[in-house]
């Protein structure tokens, strides 16, 4: 319990003060439970502080992500409030310690979610599909992390922004994805990277969510997952991520 607590109020207080710490399984190894319980606490400091859970998100859906990171797992983190931002909005570099940025695909859910469901049942239960980028920022040092560790840190979370939400619930079949900055592409993926669908990455979050005793609320956003490595994101940039048939989505970076 006290390795718990202490470890929600260190990583709590990374995100903070921007101070990365050194990774919990430096010190001593713990289970994928211990991990989720960590990450449960860190995120009742936030939703102490005025900032609900407003959605989920998925890692390590893609190849290229697990490749990037050198893990091999789903994970499911918690969106708060104060980690989302408006289409076309400004993020502030300053309250991240060294953000990445991915293009990713994002569903909103029309209705609770209380049991695991597969890929057709799991559309009666969403209203809109919008391409999103989600910013991760590890509170570790150097952006290293195990599974565990990634877990207990709300696998990154940092802030996301989604695009228009189109209501009509495309299939999602094989689609290009580019992110880009001021214009220019810098990763290329498909929706087919994401689990083979993004509508298979909201079922797994289902599993998941049931699992890890994580709430998926009506109302809620649900990050399915980079399509493609992720960028190092720096200041003065228009970063946006184009999914064909989808309206594109974007932010600007800003200190
Ligand atoms: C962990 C989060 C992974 C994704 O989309 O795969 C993730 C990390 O890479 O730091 O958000
Ligand atoms: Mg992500």
Same mark, same amino acid.
């Given at each position: *319990?006290?390795?718990? $607590?202490?470890?929600?109020?260190?990583?709590?207080?990374?995100?903070?003060?921007?101070? !990365?710490?050194?990774?919990?399984?430096?010190?001593? $190894?713990?289970?994928?439970? #211990?991990?989720?319980?960590?990450?449960?606490?860190?995120?009742?400091?936030?939703?102490?502080?005025?900032?609900?859970? &407003?959605?989920?998100?998925?890692?390590?859906?893609?190849?290229?992500?697990?490749?990037?990171?050198?893990?091999?797992?789903?994970?499911?983190?918690?969106?708060?409030?104060?980690?989302?931002? =408006?289409?076309?909005?400004?993020?502030?570099?300053?309250?991240? &310690?060294?953000?990445?940025?991915? =293009? /990713?695909?994002?569903?909103?859910?029309?209705?609770?979610?209380?049991?695991?469901?597969?890929?057709?049942?799991?559309?009666?239960?969403?209203?809109?599909?919008?391409?999103?980028?989600?910013? &991760?920022?590890?509170?570790?040092?150097?952006?290293?992390?195990?599974? /565990?560790?990634?877990?207990?840190?709300?696998?990154?979370?940092?802030?996301?922004?989604?695009?228009?939400?189109? #209501? $009509?619930?495309?299939?999602?079949? !094989? #689609?290009? &994805?580019?992110?880009?900055?001021?214009?220019?592409?810098?990763?290329?993926?498909?929706?087919?990277?994401?689990?083979?669908? =993004?509508?298979?990455?909201?079922?797994?979050?289902?599993?998941?969510?049931?699992?890890? $005793?994580?709430?998926?609320?009506?109302? *809620?956003?649900? *990050?399915?997952?980079?399509?493609?490595?992720?960028?190092? *994101?720096?200041?003065?940039? /228009?970063?946006?991520?184009?999914?064909?048939?989808?309206? =594109?989505?974007?932010?600007?970076?800003?200190?």
């Amino acid at each position: *319990m006290e390795f718990e $607590n202490n470890s929600a109020d260190k990583l709590h207080e990374s995100f903070k003060k921007q101070m !990365p710490i050194a990774q919990l399984s430096e010190k001593q $190894n713990y289970s994928l439970h #211990t991990a989720y319980d960590i990450q449960h606490k860190l995120v009742n400091h936030r939703v102490a502080e005025g900032n609900p859970i &407003i959605g989920v998100k998925l890692g390590f859906t893609s190849k290229a992500k697990m490749e990037q990171m050198g893990v091999n797992d789903l994970i499911i983190g918690q969106l708060t409030k104060d980690m989302f931002c =408006p289409n076309g909005g400004s993020l502030d570099i300053k309250n991240f &310690i060294h953000p990445r940025v991915e =293009p /990713e695909v994002c569903f909103l859910l029309s209705k609770d979610i209380e049991k695991v469901l597969n890929a057709d049942e799991v559309k009666k239960y969403v209203s809109g599909v919008a391409a999103a980028i989600e910013v &991760i920022d590890s509170r570790y040092s150097n952006f290293k992390f195990s599974l /565990e560790d990634v877990v207990a840190d709300n696998c990154s979370s940092a802030a996301f922004v989604s695009g228009k939400m189109d #209501t $009509n619930l495309p299939d999602l079949k !094989p #689609t290009p &994805i580019e992110l880009r900055i001021n214009g220019e592409i810098v990763s290329i993926g498909n929706t087919a990277d994401i689990l083979e669908n =993004p509508w298979n990455s909201l079922a797994e979050a289902t599993r998941l969510a049931k699992l890890h $005793n994580i709430p998926l609320k009506k109302g *809620m956003y649900v *990050m399915a997952g980079a399509a493609t490595a992720a960028t190092f *994101m720096k200041k003065s940039q /228009e970063i946006s991520c184009h999914i064909e048939g989808l309206e =594109p989505v974007f932010f600007q970076s800003i200190t």
